[in-house]
């Protein structure tokens, strides 16, 4: 049938029609019927008569001047939103538009392009002799669609899928070459508003999957969070648990190596004797081991608490050599003792120093078959405080480079196989560091696999009772690292 005369609105609104093609989607929308999405952008322009001269004419200035337009209310809304001040010429149709711009009627005409272009290489009646110039308004777009009645909305749908399909593979194009029904640029304008669309269901998936991931992630954050959380405190029962029962755990032991020394010495036959040294050897073995579990636990615990009480350092390092010298005797290694400018008296914990030594004098003679075992103490007095250095050297197997960063974690050794040949629980390293950074040291180690290794470390104690100490920890291992350093940098190990 043919375009009905009063439009599409009236059409609908007759129901004289059921399908309208082309339809600006807004006006759609504001009579209510149904819409497919756009499948075209329909661009509009002004001409206007050229003055003659041949050169290229400016558009004129529109306010006050007379523009004829088609008699339709998206035109009109239009024309007023583009030309301010204008004085309107409405037209029938679009036809009688163009043809009051050529009779003088009319200083412009504002039409649709994919009509303009039409009616240019066509002209209706009274314009073929005019010449005109035109210019497209590129800010100005109109989204058209396809409209029906509710009850064609499938047919309206698939009718807007082949549009579509024939835009994609090319036969949209070859169309508007042919019959020259729409412009390139309206093709053009299809082709930006197809593809943002397919951009856009791209950038969603892609938003979804990035949400589901994140999301996944999140989750296994807080599941991870609460796992740690849940292990925390785990170990922190664990070891307040054992800092509390430490007492009582290490009593028993203790009498029965007190039965087994007093056993002892009463009248015993050879094999008995074996027996009860046998007990008692085992007894200081299985206390040594029970002392390194709950020192570590009372340690995590953050129960351990250092004493300050006046002690003499080279009294404390002839007691830890006097104590390791007939183990040391039985190897055939010699157990030497160096003090340098060691001060008579500071104030700090002697029985952590002296754990921390006899654990490391107690390594090196084990790991150590022939040579020597060698240790140091050195200090540098400010008249406030003293640095005290201490170093254990031994000539034993010493400490693949790999592996120094490992050795000072719980249950922790060199090597596998040491545990078969040494024995122990590989706790003595990590009480010693701990016990070191407890007093504002840093442990340190330097080793060669067959050669041998030096354990270092240095503290800062308080020369005598009410000298002020240092309180940041902090900045006190930092003091320490750099002393312990400048002590030990002239000893070519």
């Given at each position: 049938?043919?375009?009905?005369?009063?439009?599409?609105?009236?059409?609908?609104?007759?129901?004289?029609?059921?399908l309208?093609?082309?339809w600006?989607?807004?006006?759609?929308?504001?009579?209510?019927?149904?819409?497919?999405?756009?499948?075209?952008?329909?661009?509009y322009?002004?001409a206007?008569?050229?003055?003659?001269?041949?050169?290229?004419?400016?558009?004129p200035?529109w306010?006050?001047?007379?523009?004829?337009?088609?008699n339709?209310p998206?035109?009109?809304?239009?024309?007023?939103?583009?030309?301010?001040?204008?004085?309107?010429?409405?037209?029938?149709?679009?036809?009688?538009?163009?043809?009051?711009l050529?009779?003088g009627?009319?200083?412009?005409?504002?039409?649709?392009?994919?009509?303009?272009?039409?009616?240019?290489?066509?002209?209706?009646?009274?314009?073929?002799?005019?010449?005109?110039?035109?210019?497209v308004?590129?800010?100005?777009?109109?989204?058209?669609?396809?409209?029906?009645?509710?009850?064609?909305?499938?047919?309206?749908?698939?009718?807007?899928?082949?549009?579509?399909?024939?835009?994609?593979?090319?036969?949209?194009?070859?169309?508007?070459?042919?019959?020259?029904?729409?412009?390139?640029?309206?093709?053009?304008?299809?082709?930006?508003?197809?593809r943002?669309?397919?951009?856009?269901?791209y950038?969603?998936?892609?938003?979804?999957?990035?949400?589901?991931?994140?999301?996944?992630?999140?989750?296994?954050?807080?599941?991870?969070?609460?796992?740690?959380?849940?292990?925390?405190?785990?170990?922190?029962?664990?070891?307040?648990?054992?800092?509390n029962?430490?007492?009582?755990?290490?009593?028993?032991?203790?009498?029965?190596?007190?039965?087994?020394?007093?056993?002892?010495?009463?009248?015993?036959?050879?094999?008995?004797?074996?027996?009860?040294?046998?007990?008692?050897?085992?007894?200081?073995?299985?206390?040594?081991?029970?002392?390194?579990?709950?020192?570590?636990?009372?340690?995590?615990s953050?129960?351990?608490?250092?004493?300050?009480?006046?002690?003499?350092?080279?009294?404390?390092?002839?007691?830890?050599?006097?104590?390791?010298?007939?183990?040391?005797?039985?190897?055939?290694?010699r157990?030497?003792?160096?003090?340098?400018?060691?001060?008579?008296?500071?104030m700090?914990?002697?029985?952590?120093?002296?754990?921390?030594?006899?654990?490391?004098?107690?390594?090196?003679?084990?790991?150590?078959?022939?040579?020597?075992?060698?240790?140091?103490?050195?200090?540098?007095?400010?008249?406030?405080?003293?640095?005290?250095?201490?170093?254990?050297?031994?000539?034993?197997?010493?400490?693949?480079?790999?592996?120094?960063?490992?050795i000072?974690?719980?249950?922790?050794?060199?090597?596998?196989?040491?545990?078969?040949?040494?024995?122990?629980?590989?706790?003595?390293?990590?009480?010693?560091a701990?016990?070191?950074?407890?007093?504002?040291?840093?442990?340190?180690?330097?080793?060669?696999?067959?050669?041998?290794?030096?354990?270092?470390?240095?503290?800062?104690?308080p020369?005598?009772?009410?000298?002020r100490?240092?309180?940041?920890?902090?900045?006190?291992?930092s003091?320490?690292?750099?002393?312990?350093?400048?002590?030990?940098?002239?000893?070519?190990?």
């Amino acid at each position: 049938m043919g375009v009905p005369p009063g439009g599409p609105r009236q059409a609908f609104a007759e129901h004289t029609v059921d399908l309208w093609p082309l339809w600006a989607t807004r006006a759609a929308g504001q009579s209510r019927v149904y819409t497919s999405k756009p499948w075209l952008n329909n661009q509009y322009a002004v001409a206007w008569r050229a003055d003659g001269t041949g050169a290229h004419d400016a558009p004129p200035e529109w306010r006050g001047r007379t523009i004829a337009i088609a008699n339709l209310p998206l035109a009109k809304q239009l024309a007023q939103q583009l030309f301010p001040g204008f004085r309107g010429d409405f037209t029938p149709d679009r036809t009688t538009a163009l043809q009051h711009l050529c009779s003088g009627q009319a200083d412009g005409v504002f039409l649709e392009v994919r009509l303009l272009e039409a009616m240019l290489l066509r002209r209706p009646a009274g314009c073929e002799p005019v010449d005109l110039r035109v210019q497209v308004a590129d800010e100005l777009s109109v989204p058209m669609a396809i409209a029906s009645s509710s009850e064609f909305r499938p047919e309206t749908d698939l009718l807007r899928r082949q549009i579509e399909i024939m835009f994609q593979d090319g036969r949209f194009s070859r169309l508007v070459d042919r019959w020259f029904v729409f412009s390139n640029i309206e093709a053009n304008s299809l082709a930006n508003l197809q593809r943002p669309e397919r951009n856009n269901v791209y950038t969603h998936i892609a938003l979804g999957i990035v949400v589901l991931f994140l999301g996944l992630l999140v989750c296994m954050y807080r599941q991870a969070r609460r796992a740690v959380r849940a292990a925390e405190r785990a170990n922190r029962a664990k070891s307040e648990f054992l800092a509390n029962v430490s007492h009582d755990v290490r009593t028993p032991m203790n009498g029965v190596i007190a039965m087994a020394d007093l056993l002892l010495t009463t009248p015993l036959t050879p094999e008995q004797h074996d027996y009860a040294d046998t007990i008692r050897q085992s007894a200081d073995l299985q206390l040594a081991i029970l002392n390194d579990l709950l020192d570590t636990a009372k340690i995590e615990s953050g129960k351990l608490v250092l004493e300050s009480v006046a002690f003499s350092p080279v009294h404390l390092l002839e007691q830890v050599r006097l104590a390791f010298s007939a183990t040391a005797a039985e190897k055939g290694l010699r157990l030497v003792l160096n003090c340098k400018a060691l001060p008579k008296v500071v104030m700090g914990d002697p029985l952590r120093l002296r754990q921390a030594l006899t654990n490391l004098v107690s390594n090196a003679i084990k790991f150590t078959s022939r040579g020597d075992v060698t240790i140091e103490g050195q200090s540098m007095d400010d008249g406030e405080s003293a640095m005290l250095a201490f170093s254990v050297s031994d000539t034993g197997i010493g400490i693949g480079p790999q592996l120094k960063s490992r050795i000072f974690e719980p249950f922790t050794q060199a090597d596998t196989s040491t545990t078969r040949r040494f024995g122990g629980t590989g706790l003595g390293l990590s009480i010693c560091a701990s016990l070191v950074e407890l007093m504002g040291g840093l442990l340190q180690v330097e080793s060669m696999p067959g050669a041998g290794s030096r354990f270092w470390f240095s503290l800062f104690y308080p020369s005598r009772p009410g000298s002020r100490q240092s309180r940041n920890r902090k900045t006190a291992k930092s003091r320490c690292i750099r002393s312990c350093r400048f002590w030990w940098r002239k000893t070519t190990w």
